[in-house]
Structure formats: C-alpha cells, structure tokens
C-alpha cells in the first residue's frame, strides 16, 4: 500500500482554521476522553455524515483488500453497514459486514488527508480507532495517526471519498450512528432466563477493574457488592487455585480480554447472588493425570451449596476436573451461552441425597468432551434447552438418581448416548436433533413443565450449530 500524500487546502480550510482555536481547547479534548457511553459493540449501524446526510459505505460494495471507503445514499446493504470490535485500550475496529474486513489507513500513514479504506483485521494500530460520542453524534481518530475520520473536501456527491484529517470540530467529521432495524444479536442473547432469575450480582454496589490475581482475590471475597471487571490476563499461583466468591458479586470479563489461566472460581456453602460472565477460564490440565484426571480437584467453576447463581457466555477449557461442577445443593442456577471444552469431564451435578436443586441449562455449546454433559443426579427440576453437543465420546445429558429432567430442542452432533435416565429418573425430551450418534436415545416419566416456573425463549434446534457458534463464549459487547 503507498501512502497518499497531503491534500491541498480546502475551500472552507481558513474558516476551519479560525475556529480550530477555539476548538482546540473544548472539542479536541472531549475527543481525546474516555470512550463512547451509547454505541453497542457488536450492533450492526449505518454510519451517517453530519454534513453530508449520506451514509459510509464501500465503493462498489468491493469485498478485496484496499477498496474504498466514501459516503452514499443509504439503500440498505451490506457493505453500508458496520459494527465495532473492541480492540483494548479504549479503541475498537470497525468492521464492514458484507466483507468482514476493518476500516484502515492506507499504508498506515500519518498524513492529512491518507485515504481510508477496508483491509483484512492485521492488529495494526492504523486499524483502531477511539470513538467519542457528543450530542448525539459520533467522532472517529485513529491510533496511530490521531486523525478523525472526515468526508474529503466538505463534499456532498455520492461517492465522495472518506480520508483522515487533523481533528478540527467540523460536522464532516461528525457522524450519527443509526442500528439497522432487524439486524444484529439475538434479543434473548443477553437475557437471564431460568431458575435464577432475580439474581443481581453486584449492582448497586462498588465497581472495579481488576489486571491481576492479587486484586482480583481481593475483590472477589470482599464483604458487600462489587462488580469486578476483568481486564487482562491473569495467571493464577499456585496452578489449580480457585478464587473465593463471596455474595453480591458479579465477575465479568471486559470485552474478550479477561482470562483466567490455570486457576478457577470456588463459590462454598451460603454464597448467594452471584454472576459470573465473559470469560475465559482455562490451562488447569495436569500431565500426570491422564487419563482419568481425578488427583487435582482444579475446577473451572466449583459451587458448594451455592444458590442464585447465573454463570454466562463463558468459555471453559483445559481443567484437569470438571469445567463446572454444581455440587452439594446448590440451586437456582442458570449456565446459558457458554461454551464448553474441549476438556475430558464438562459438567457435573449432584454429590447430595437432597433432591431439593432447581438447575436451568440452555444455549451452551460443549465440544470435544467425554463425560457428564451434563451429569445431573438427585434434581428437583432440571430443564435443558438450545443446547448444542458436538463430538462427546462418553455420553451427554444423563438423568440419574431422582432428577427430573426435561430436554428441549438441542442438538447432539457425533454424541454417544445423547440422552437416557437410570431406573430412578425421569427425563422428558422434545424437539431434538442427533446427526452422527450412537447408543441411547431413552425417556421415561413426564418430569415437569417448565413454564410453569418461568418464561423462556425456545430457538429451533436446527438454528443452534450457527447461532452457538457466533454468541456461545465471551463476547466483545459484554463488560465494556
């Protein structure tokens, strides 16, 4: 790519340069500030000139590297609709929908005036932007440049070219973000469904951001509500600790970048209110521990006796125990839109003679696991639904002891016995798909109707492989 050289002045340039001292104490800094509080990461927008009326698009709705960014009149495609990832740092990429590729600096210049175009997602800096909203409109500056995204030449003509430019105040370098209707994640994504709906975590209490275990412990285990925003990698010692959850806490990742590696969470007897959300939990595998992986009890996610508790859009892998276990009566749990494994033991549930425990499992994608997916012994009411189970060597939802179990619309792809109670179990099953599986497929008794307890979205069963693929485990939008 070769840099385009500095344009020459425009018409209106002495009036903008009158007013950039003005501005340049007042507009510039509010630019320069904490990032945007109205857009939605991950919302699909139409992004619309101020100046102009017209909208970004990109030349030709071309999908190749290097073609252009303008502005024309909004006509409903694609590649006139845009979303932003979040980048870290408090700056965000953003992303064309029809090609999948990111707005970026021609050759990554610094220049007056560089041409902005698409280009495949490379990290680069020339590829982030901050993104500031004020009075109901929108500026974009770029990392490595500092320059706002701005219409060339004040112009007003289909097709006139987007470049970057000094940041002056201008309503050419002002933009309105407008969702498209119909469009984006699915309205039950971000929705708590089941039995523990009412959980609060931490809201209305002190939230913090935390980057590494010291602060995180600290937190987590605090008396009162916190909202603990993970930012960063941390990397827990001694390898195979779990975090202590005290009650009233939410636990969630910032964007995709809070992982916890070679550690989990611990949640004992009494804790109550608890949400942990959009993280990444992994690498607790001990090598020395194959094949059965029952010397280190290193749990993504341990509860004992636990109760109000939503544990959502994580992603869990690599434990040397069991990526969940919900263990001792604990009840009035939800796990949705998680995605799980690949590991060897998913989720376990019961170690009680109670059968007291009201469990809601639905839109988890679990892969490349072989046993209890979940296991559940001795549940009052357990309700599974939109689950996706793919290559699962052992078996996948086992009824056992005196569960009542109820299976809705998921979908077993190469799974060994999907799905069966032992002698003392029920388990009712409707609206399920298996592609590619062996062993049982069994029922037995009428267990319990779910919407007698509460209200929940049922996506079809054939959805689920392409919908869990996208919204299973963390997500950008979440946290920020």
Not at 31 to 56: C, K, M, P
Not at 70 to 83: I, L, T
Not at 279 to 307: E, H, K, N
Request: hydrophobic residues 30%; glycine residues 12%; negative net charge.
């Amino acid at each position: 790519m070769t840099a385009t050289s500095a344009r020459p002045r425009r018409p209106l340039l002495a009036l903008t340069v009158l007013l950039a001292a003005v501005l340049a104490a007042t507009s510039i800094s509010l630019w320069q500030s904490s990032r945007a509080d109205a857009f939605e990461v991950g919302t699909w927008y139409n992004i619309e000139s101020r100046h102009s009326g017209l909208v970004l698009g990109i030349r030709a709705a071309a999908t190749a590297d290097g073609a252009e960014l303008v502005h024309w009149d909004s006509n409903g495609s694609y590649d006139q609709q845009f979303r932003f990832v979040d980048a870290g740092g408090g700056y965000y990429k953003i992303q064309a929908r029809h090609s999948g590729k990111v707005l970026d600096v021609e050759g990554g210049s610094t220049a007056d005036g560089a041409k902005v175009q698409q280009w495949g997602d490379a990290g680069s800096a020339g590829q982030q932007w901050r993104i500031t909203e004020s009075g109901g409109y929108a500026t974009f500056v770029n990392r490595a440049s500092g320059k706002a995204l701005d219409v060339w030449e004040w112009s007003t003509t289909k097709g006139g070219r987007i470049s970057q430019y000094t940041a002056t105040g201008g309503t050419n370098q002002q933009w309105e973000l407008i969702p498209v209707t119909g469009t984006g994640r699915p309205a039950n994504v971000d929705r708590l469904e089941g039995f523990a709906q009412g959980v609060t975590g931490g809201q209305g209490g002190t939230t913090v951001t935390v980057t590494n275990q010291a602060d995180l412990e600290r937190y987590a285990s605090a008396s009162g509500a916190y909202t603990v925003r993970v930012a960063a990698t941390i990397n827990i010692s001694p390898k195979g600790k779990e975090i202590s959850v005290g009650s009233n806490k939410t636990i969630i990742g910032v964007g995709t970048s809070g992982q916890i590696v070679g550690g989990g969470f611990f949640l004992g007897t009494g804790t109550n209110n608890v949400i942990i959300r959009n993280l990444t939990i992994r690498d607790t595998l001990m090598s020395d521990d194959d094949p059965g992986d029952d010397a280190y009890d290193y749990d993504g996610i341990q509860m004992d006796t636990a109760s109000n508790v939503w544990i959502d859009h994580n992603r869990i892998y690599n434990m040397n125990d069991g990526l969940i276990d919900s263990r001792k009566d604990t009840t009035n749990l939800t796990v949705s839109w998680n995605e799980l494994g690949p590991g060897n033991k998913s989720f376990g549930i019961g170690w009680t003679t109670n059968v007291t425990s009201r469990i809601t499992i639905h839109h988890n994608w679990i892969h490349g696991t072989n046993s209890r997916n979940p296991s559940t012994d001795n549940v009052a009411l357990a309700h599974l639904y939109n689950n996706y189970l793919q290559d699962v060597s052992g078996y996948g939802n086992y009824s056992r002891g005196q569960t009542r179990m109820v299976i809705e619309n998921s979908y077993y792809d190469d799974v060994n016995d999907p799905y069966y109670p032992d002698s003392g179990a029920q388990l009712r099953q409707s609206g399920s798909i298996c592609v590619s599986c062996t062993g049982d497929r069994i029922t037995s008794g009428s267990a319990f109707t779910p919407s007698q307890y509460y209200s929940y979205t049922l996506d079809s069963a054939s959805s689920l492989p392409t919908l869990l693929d996208t919204y299973a485990g963390p997500q950008s939008w979440l946290g920020v």
